[in-house]
């Protein structure tokens, strides 16, 4: 639609006071191009067609053509009446007037001081009307623009005001719960801690954790657990003393300053904000749900150095050790906690074994697993080693620890498991038919990449599945029983033999024997180091070997480390040896051929001349273990 077009559509009001009148300048402004005209024959009718035409607080009438006189009224009660209606008072008024045919200067003063746009004199031609019309309803929409125009730029400028009042509030407040942020936290812990260095105004950091808080979210969704968030954030809020900052830190964890307290009232506060979450019932549609908290507790005092930062990482250092002493309990943070210094351990550790992953520093070491039969070795049980920054030689005791806590035995337990089978791959000549045992941790039975990693690896380097024997903890096998017993049965089902390692350690060792689908037991340690001088260990040696043999089962002996425990184990039966008496891991495959006959003499048990130089051969995932 083209401006003229727009502008012939507007709506124009004719009033007059006689019918005849109102046809005259009906048909006038119609021939203009002007179709959209509605009439009126009085000030009353004039007033109720104008209120017709309100939508929305605008009237839809934009221009009124009116004679100086109505019989009901005149044109200056008539201009007032519009000037009074904020809806109405921009409405342009043509005042059609009588004249002798000359310019009336008097009527038109009068016409304009009553508040008229225009005045035309009569008779009434359209040369003169149709253009002061048309210039009357341009200003009009123009007018009607930029009342737009300002209309949407004060909206835009207020919501504009109102996005940056909230964006301004959520800088330092949780969207969801109003509390404060973890940045506003900080910023007035900055503050504490400068008031007890200068004033010696010591305050308290009490951290809380919502125990299971994860349990309610997976399984009513998040706006149930965005619903208890806000229950738990009015808890709070209302069991805290005016001037203590209560903020939401992370999705299910709160923190609590209050500042001129001392150590025991920041205790007894501690300990009365987890009984009252511990009593708190959090009700969905169909379950009621029990909450319990960790609470974290650090003194912010003058004497010591650290710096806001490093109180809030206090804090949650001391809930952390209270989820590890039983969970719902209160602790406070203490830097001589052992929990601490294994962390800061595993901190210590984890960069060090990603660098050895990624610059190939990890080793194998192998060790020998006589066949008591004959003295053949016929199986070798491969040991990580790694190598430190120095060039020394560091014992899985030291980094499998911080790699299982810190989530990188998958790496380790893949890591070994594909260099393993390289190695055999490289044997050739009197070792190609020699086999490997391979330790896995529990955690590898998680792994779902692990059996195509063997699958992978056993077809492109054309190993038989049966020169693979890999080793779990009795202990980590009863751990996870179903899923380890279901992934040892799909090995096997690969080919792949099965020895479960450290037998006897469990009080259910015979029990889960009987279901668990394995081809070697190797008996526990601690049963075979004092052997030759403790009798129940006789029995229990004997007792399971038997068991194993009548469940088909061979055995394993390790910890073999003198003659005379060589030959009671042969006397027993056992099936494989494993110890320093009959070999030290090393990186090279030592001679295929061993005696496992005692020595007629020993100047000194064989364990003390290997150990003059220790070696410790601990398992690669079971850093409890020293070989």
């Known amino acids: 639609m083209t401006d003229i077009d727009t502008l012939r559509s ?59 006189q109505l019989k009901d009224s005149n044109i200056h009660e008539f201009c007032h009446s519009l000037k009074n209606y904020s809806e109405w008072e921009d409405i342009p008024v043509i005042v059609t007037a009588d004249s002798d045919g000359w310019w009336q200067e008097a009527t038109a003063r009068q016409a304009y001081e009553a508040g008229a746009s225009d005045v035309v ?156 979450l511990d009593e708190f019932r959090f009700e969905s549609n169909i379950r009621t749900y029990h909450l319990c908290t960790c609470v974290g507790v650090t003194i912010i005092e003058g ?38 210094h294994r962390l800061r351990n595993d901190v210590h550790w984890v960069p060090m074994i990603r660098d050895a992953l990624m610059n190939d520093r990890f080793f194998l070491l192998f060790q020998p697993v006589v066949r008591v039969a004959d003295g053949k070795a016929t199986h070798y049980e491969a040991l990580i080693r790694m190598k430190g920054e120095n060039g020394e030689v560091l014992s899985p005791e030291d980094f499998i620890p911080a790699a299982e806590r810190m989530g990188l035995i998958h790496h380790i337990d893949l890591w070994v498991v594909e260099n393993a089978i390289d190695f055999l791959s490289s044997l050739s000549g009197e070792h190609s038919n020699i086999s490997l045992n391979i330790n896995l941790s529990g955690h590898a039975f998680q792994d779902q990449s692990l059996i195509s990693l063997i699958q992978q690896k056993l077809d492109m380097t054309w190993i038989s599945a049966n020169r693979l024997t890999f080793e779990i903890t009795e202990t980590a096998a009863i751990a996870n029983y179903a899923q380890t017993r279901e992934m040892v049965a799909r090995l096997r089902a690969l080919g792949c033999r099965f020895a479960l390692d450290d037998f006897g350690a469990g009080f259910n060792s015979f029990n889960y024997l009987k279901n668990f689908p394995v081809d070697y037991l190797k008996l526990d340690g601690a049963f075979i180091s004092n052997l030759r001088n403790d009798p129940v260990d006789k029995i229990l040696v004997k007792s399971m070997i038997a068991v194993a043999h ?58 003390e001349k290997f150990r003059s130089t220790p070696e410790v051969t601990t398992r690669a995932t079971d850093p409890e273990k020293v070989k």
């Open 10 to 68: 507007m709506c124009i009001l004719v009033v007059e006071n006689n019918l005849p009148q109102i046809i005259q300048l009906r048909s006038i402004i119609e021939e203009g191009g002007f179709t959209n005209i509605v009439t009126a024959k009085s000030s009353e009718e004039a007033m109720s067609t104008l209120r017709g035409h309100l939508r929305n607080e605008t009237c839809k009438i934009d221009l009124v053509l009116i004679p100086t």
């Open 121 to 276: 004199f009569k008779p009434i031609r359209a040369m003169d009307l149709i253009p002061r019309i048309t210039l009357a309803l341009t200003l009009k929409k123009e007018r009607d623009q930029r009342r737009q125009h300002e209309e949407d730029m004060g909206n835009e400028l207020a919501e504009r005001k109102i996005m940056e009042a909230r964006l301004q509030y959520l800088v330092g407040h949780d969207d969801l719960t109003g509390l404060s942020n973890r940045r506003r936290l900080e910023q007035a812990m900055e503050l504490a801690v400068l008031r007890a260095r200068n004033f010696k105004r010591t305050a308290a950091l009490l951290y809380l954790d919502l125990d299971q808080f994860k349990v309610v979210n997976d399984t009513e969704g998040h706006d149930c657990g965005d619903r208890m968030l806000v229950s738990v954030a009015n808890i709070l809020r209302q069991n805290i003393k005016p001037g203590d900052l209560l903020a939401r830190i992370g999705s299910d964890e709160f923190a609590l300053l209050i500042e001129n307290t001392n150590e025991e009232q920041a205790l007894i506060k501690a300990e009365e904000l987890r009984k009252t």
């Open 303 to 340: 004497e010591n150095t650290a710096t806001a930062s490093e109180y809030l990482a206090q804090a949650d250092q001391a809930c952390h050790i209270a989820k590890n002493h039983g969970r719902n309990i209160v602790h406070k943070y203490n830097h001589d906690d052992t929990e601490l």
């Open 550 to 607: 009548s469940l088909g089962k061979k055995t394993v002996a390790e910890y073999v480390e003198d003659g005379e425990t060589m030959a009671l184990l042969k006397k027993y039966g056992i099936d494989y040896v494993q110890g320093f008496y009959l070999g030290k891991p090393a990186k090279e495959l030592t001679i295929n051929a061993f005696t496992t006959q005692p020595p007629v003499s020993e100047s000194a048990p064989t364990s």
